[in-house]
């Protein structure tokens, strides 16, 4: 350790797209964040290749690494920890992080640190734009938490919702080294859906910010388009069933109609836009009321690349807001919406404090 109380952590982030690296201090200060996205490259294909994820990733790890330490202006010396998202995510880009993570490691002498990509998006919902880091939840604060830092003092329980192009989770959040999963996608993320809804639209890639756009335009109550909420208690998503649905919509029932799409006016296509968006926005307020409800959330945390939907934060803020003053919300600021190794390298501090280390041995995952 460089000083007697900063710990400087370099995170580093490849599970899919982005090729990132980040130092944070303190878990909280941010001093630099780098992030290369390969959405051009993928771009044509309506979604991420994997294997030109891992090339790219291959391509830009160095530079990115390189970039993120003199940025910080720090060197080896002033690193205590490399901290390394190495699941889930697509494990021929994970392993591309993981190994530049472990040859640091070994190299430089430093403990590794292995993050959970999911727990990462959690943690950002805790960070200020600045980078700074609210207290986390917990049933009664001690003093020495209160006035800790001005804004919103995170009281707990609380119910984090990451939604993101690979997820779609809830978690009973209560620490942050040990969030536990209440209910998750069964099949396609929300991300996901937005993606393979623009490209069925015609629209451009990554579809999220595309249908939020086209949507300002439309009227969402145009079509009504199925709500899968699995049963009354479920805490699990399903998405494929409302794509299935703007498909056939789009090319009639059996597909062997012409595609629609090429012959609709503007305004069709934003009233298809925003009717999806509000029937996906939807299912994931009605989820995360009824995972608060069960846990008696006070706090709602709101992380991934689908957070930077303002259909949704306007939609759990009123959630919130029929709840208050019992219930607030925090949201990812939005450079750490989308993947980011600020994230990997905040939550590293509070595995740092812990000793949590891995070893050398450490291997990419696709699931957790
Ligand atoms: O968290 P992220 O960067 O990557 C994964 O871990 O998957 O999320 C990317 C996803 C993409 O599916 C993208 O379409 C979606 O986040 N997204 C949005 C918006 N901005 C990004 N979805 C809806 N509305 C947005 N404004
Ligand atoms: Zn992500």
Avoid at 206 to 229: D, L, T, V
Avoid at 247 to 257: E, F, N, S, W
Wanted: with cysteine; net charge negative; hydrophobic share 45%.
């Amino acid at each position: 350790m460089n000083k007697i109380d900063s710990v400087n952590i370099l995170g580093i982030e490849t599970s899919c797209d982005e090729t990132a690296a980040a130092v944070v201090a303190d878990g909280r200060v941010v001093k630099s964040s780098i992030v290369a996205s390969q959405t051009k490259l993928h771009e044509k294909y309506g979604g991420v290749v994997p294997e030109i994820a891992s090339r790219a990733h291959i391509e830009k790890i160095y530079p990115v690494i390189a970039e993120a330490l003199a940025q910080a202006e720090v060197g080896k010396d002033d690193i205590d920890a490399v901290a390394v998202a190495n699941q889930p995510g697509l494990t021929v880009a994970l392993i591309v992080g993981v190994t530049a993570a472990k040859t640091l490691a070994f190299v430089w002498e430093k403990p590794l640190i292995a993050i959970n990509h999911l727990h990462a998006h959690l943690q950002s919902a805790l960070l200020q734009e600045d980078g700074f880091e609210l207290p986390a939840p917990l049933e009664v604060p001690p003093k020495s938490l209160i006035g800790h830092r001005e804004g919103p003092l995170l009281t707990g329980p609380a119910v984090a919702l990451i939604v993101s192009g690979g997820h779609t989770s809830l978690y009973d959040y209560h620490s942050p080294l040990e969030p536990r999963l209440l209910g998750c996608t069964i099949d396609d993320a929300a991300g996901e859906a937005f993606d393979k809804v623009a490209s069925i639209l015609k629209l451009s890639y990554p579809g999220g910010p595309a249908i939020e756009s086209i949507a300002k335009q439309g009227n969402p109550k145009a079509i009504r388009f199925p709500r899968s909420m699995l049963g009354k208690d479920s805490l699990d998503f399903s998405f494929s069933g409302i794509k299935t649905a703007v498909l056939y919509y789009c090319r009639g029932q059996d597909m062997k109609g012409e595609d629609k799409v090429d012959s609709m006016s503007d305004e069709q296509i934003a009233d298809i836009a925003a009717s999806f968006q509000a029937a996906v926005v939807e299912v994931l307020v009605k989820k995360t009321q009824r995972a608060a409800e069960k846990i008696g959330a006070k706090t709602i945390l709101l992380g991934g690349g689908v957070a930077a939907n303002m259909e949704l934060r306007t939609a759990l803020q009123r959630m919130c807001d029929s709840n208050s003053p019992l219930r607030k919300l925090l949201v990812a600021p939005e450079q750490y919406c989308t993947d980011n190794a600020v994230m990997v390298a905040s939550l590293a501090y509070h595995k740092f404090k812990a000793k949590l280390f891995a070893d050398l041995t450490l291997e990419p995952k696709a699931t957790g």
